[in-house]
């Protein structure tokens, strides 16, 4: 399961980042990208253990819960996007 990198309190207002499991950042990068999403790893000490999500722009917030809920989903992205 996801859960944010940052402590509450600390969150960005332009990017998440989200920590994931051991082994499973390019998986699920993989998948959220073919589903549509564009989502990026992380980078420094922090590449394949977290993804981060950029929320600058045009995104609602059932935007980001989409695709949040794609990165989480049983088998990672499996949900399509209409975008």
Known sequence: SLAMFSRDGYHS???STIRVGPGEAVA???SARKAGYVVSNG???L?????????MGDHTEADLER???????PGFATASTTR
């Open 28 to 30: 699920r990068l993989a």
């Open 43 to 45: 980078y420094g000490r």
């Open 13 to 15: 207002p332009t990017v």
């Open 67 to 73: 695709v949040l809920a794609a990165l989480d989903a």
């Open 47 to 55: 590449k394949g253990q977290t993804i981060r999500v950029g929320h």
